[in-house]
């Protein structure tokens, strides 16, 4: 190792990248308030129509079944509806009561169709309205339907569902009536919401959804749709010019699907945005700043749109936003499919996720316990090796399947975990065999670069991988839509300390050790923005986790000691840093903010406790996980024991991996420092720190198997090893 390096510009090197990514953001973040300042240009006084028909799926659109909606389909903006709600499934009730309140809600207890309204005048009013926020903590119930008549809208709504959705604080609508065919004049309402039960009805008993998958045969199905498709031909000629939006609105049973959404009217055209100019012919995809995604909504933006559509100012508690349309190619029957397909991709993830992590924490397991049977004997090292970079191979593996068509095959699932497999195979050939292999490092830089690029591409170009990913999110369960997922977050922050060590250990070598602590600290400061950047990496804990493992390997990689009093400090520093990029995403308009900024929002309102709550219980339930928790102890148990009993417990492939490549110690201890902190701040717990486990001692393992096939000694059973280097302080 080169001289000892003085404490003091070592200070002041983190400090100035501290400052750096601070002033960055800010400049990026008023950047950004400016050019959203506006905001999306909205339309004044549309008459909007929701037509909400519960349990619809773009697989029961065709144009033999239900053709009505496919010449509908046919120039609109199509797009999949997250209808996460509470629930895990979301029933009729729960549905509508979102739309109502513009953020997701749940009745709680009994949960089926919305309750019948009772006739007021021409108009109508829920029963017991007010029940919702005095016993049901439903506090945003009514929000629409009371912006809407604040500005002098008329509300009209046609069945139980559709009142629900525009009642007013008083439960009151305006117009009441309870099924299409009783409406003689659909002009009386500048905002219209109907609702078309027949899809789903069949699977409400009393007061409860069906509890099982599917309640009905593929012919019964194929009528109810027919039904509702029916009923919407009815009087959807009548509408005039009104902006129609149709949505599958609820689930039909107790697995979540995506359900349909189209935006049809003046201006649904190919590009064009709320109140935008008129678009012709056949509109292209439906998406949200929500979700980030041209081509899906969530149910709060039903609440936004019909607002913005309207002209009314969105109230501070709907959390949705007006929906967009982009240009796309293709036919209607390739949209189409496209959208049947993405269902297909969330549901198959959505089944398997279990199976995966099981079979997953199998492995390591496994492997940890062979390898410490063969180390001990000195035998079977290349097959060792082999078996821990095909290990580390797998989870970008799960990144990489996407750019396959699996979800289109005939047997998805299959299809899913042979490709994964193969292409981990790939990669662990191409890590092994490529001219790298002699190198102790090589195998493990060839594997972490791989994950670094693939999920630093990703977060640049959308997260296209991360969605429907095993080790990422869909919009079937609802829980994130886009930016980096925690377990994601792991691996990068991982692969990104990994990667940088790895360069740093040559470059101390070399007597460069200034240049080494600032490659460390400036690619890991590049990757923890992009992981916290509202928009791209949307990670509010992630950047609590990233900050304190980067300054302790860069520390260690300048031979520095870290304390726990520093340790402490830097979680701090990571804390401020990412209230600061939260507000100045608050500092933009509603519709342009994302979570972190609502998370401000939240704390300056004093409603943040709940999230704090939901999140900490989250992380907790975590620790008894069956298929996190034994990654974590079998992955800690190996390494205590490779570390202090070297000889006896893996013929001290760890020692000799750390003696030949100092550096690569601060990888792994910054490393494990981000996946403890990750775990203890981000509601996925031990998923964080298991994932930055079952990537980073697999490949500091084949390290330390290369370093012992290199011919250095190895030491005697119960020895400790060799002397540490100083920057193991």
Not at 86 to 111: E, F, M
Not at 198 to 225: I, K, M
Not at 525 to 538: E, I, K, N, T
Request: aromatic share 6%; charged share 15%; glycine share 12%.
């Amino acid at each position: 190792m080169g001289a000892p390096v003085g404490g003091t510009w070592v200070k002041r090197a983190v400090v100035a990248i501290v400052f750096g990514v601070s002033v960055a953001a800010s400049a990026s973040a008023a950047a950004a308030s400016a050019a959203f300042a506006a905001g999306p240009a909205t339309a004044a006084g549309e008459r909007v129509v929701l037509v909400g028909i519960p349990g619809l799926m773009w697989s029961d659109v065709t144009p033999a079944d239900t053709p009505n909606l496919w010449r509908l389909a046919g120039d609109s903006a199509l797009g999949s509806l997250s209808v996460r709600a509470v629930r895990r499934d979301t029933c009729p009730y729960d549905a509508w009561l979102t739309v109502s309140a513009g953020v997701r809600s749940a009745v709680g207890g009994a949960c089926g169709m919305a309750p019948t309204p009772e006739a007021d005048g021409e108009g109508a009013v829920v029963p017991e309205f007010s029940w919702l926020w005095e016993v049901r903590e439903q506090r945003d119930a009514g929000t629409l339907g009371q912006a809407l008549h604040a500005a002098g809208r008329t509300t009209m709504a046609v069945g139980p569902g559709a009142a629900l959705a525009l009642a007013d604080r008083e439960g009151r609508v305006d117009v009441y009536a309870s099924s299409p065919a009783e409406v003689t004049q659909w002009s009386r309402g500048d905002v219209v919401a109907v609702e078309i039960p027949d899809l789903v009805a069949p699977y409400v008993s009393g007061d409860r959804l069906s509890d099982v998958p599917e309640r009905l045969s593929a012919d019964a199905r194929r009528a109810a749709a027919r039904a509702a498709d029916a009923k919407l031909g009815s009087f959807l000629p009548r509408l005039g010019s009104a902006t129609v939006l149709v949505a599958g609105l609820s689930d039909h049973g107790s697995v979540p699907h995506l359900r349909t959404a189209m935006l049809h009217g003046p201006d649904s055209g190919p590009g064009s945005g709320p109140g935008g100019a008129p678009g012709g012919g056949p509109a292209g995809t439906l998406g949200a700043r929500s979700t980030h995604r041209d081509d899906m909504i969530i149910l709060p933006d039903l609440t936004a749109t019909i607002l913005a559509r309207t002209g009314v100012a969105a109230p501070p508690a709907v959390v949705g936003v007006p929906v967009e349309t982009h240009a796309t190619g293709g036919n209607l029957g390739e949209r189409v499919e496209t959208l049947r397909t993405a269902d297909v991709a969330g549901q198959t993830i959505r089944d398997t996720t279990g199976v995966f992590f099981t079979t997953l924490a199998v492995l390591q397991v496994v492997f940890y316990v062979i390898a410490f049977l063969l180390l001990r004997r000195r035998d079977g090292l290349p097959a060792v090796r082999a078996a821990a970079v095909a290990l580390a191979s797998i989870p970008v593996s799960t990144y990489l399947v996407n750019l396959t068509p699996w979800a289109r095959t005939a047997q998805p699932a299959v299809t899913l975990f042979a490709s994964i497999a193969a292409i981990a195979a790939a990669l662990t050939v191409a890590a092994l065999a490529g001219p790298w292999r002699r190198g102790v490092l090589g195998p493990l830089t060839v594997i972490a670069a791989v994950t670094a690029a693939v999920l630093l591409g990703d977060l640049l170009t959308g997260t296209p991988l991360q969605l429907n990913s095993l080790m990422g999110y869909t919009g079937v369960v609802g829980a994130r839509y886009y930016g980096l997922g925690n377990i994601p977050f792991a691996l990068l922050a991982t692969a990104v300390l990994l990667v940088t060590t790895s360069a740093a250990d040559r470059l101390v070598r070399a007597g460069r050790k200034a240049v080494a602590v600032a490659l460390v600290a400036a690619l890991g400061a590049f990757a923890m923005l992009l992981d916290g950047w509202p928009g791209v990496g949307s990670d509010f804990g992630g950047v609590i986790a990233f900050v304190p493992g980067i300054a302790v390997t860069a520390l260690i990689v300048a031979g520095r000691r870290v304390s726990i009093v520093k340790l402490g400090a830097f979680c701090a520093a990571g804390g401020v840093l990412v209230m600061a990029i939260a507000y100045l995403d608050y500092l933009r308009p509603p519709a342009s903010q994302t979570h972190l900024g609502r998370f401000v929002g939240q704390v300056a309102d004093g409603t943040f406790l709940p999230v704090i709550s939901r999140k900490l219980g989250a992380m907790l339930s975590t620790l008894l996980s069956p298929n996190l928790m034994p990654v974590v102890i079998a992955a800690f148990a190996f390494l205590v024991f490779a570390l202090l009993r070297p000889g006896a417990a893996s013929a001290g492939v760890l020692p000799i991996a750390f003696e030949r490549a100092p550096m690569l110690r601060a990888g792994l201890l910054g490393a494990l420092v981000s996946g403890l902190v990750g775990m203890l701040v981000n509601d996925s717990g031990a998923a964080v720190l298991s994932m930055a486990l079952a990537l980073a001692v697999p490949l500091v393992l084949s390290a330390g198997i290369r370093a012992l096939q290199h011919g250095e000694p190895v030491p005697a059973a119960g020895s400790p090893g060799p002397p540490a280097s100083p920057a193991a302080a």
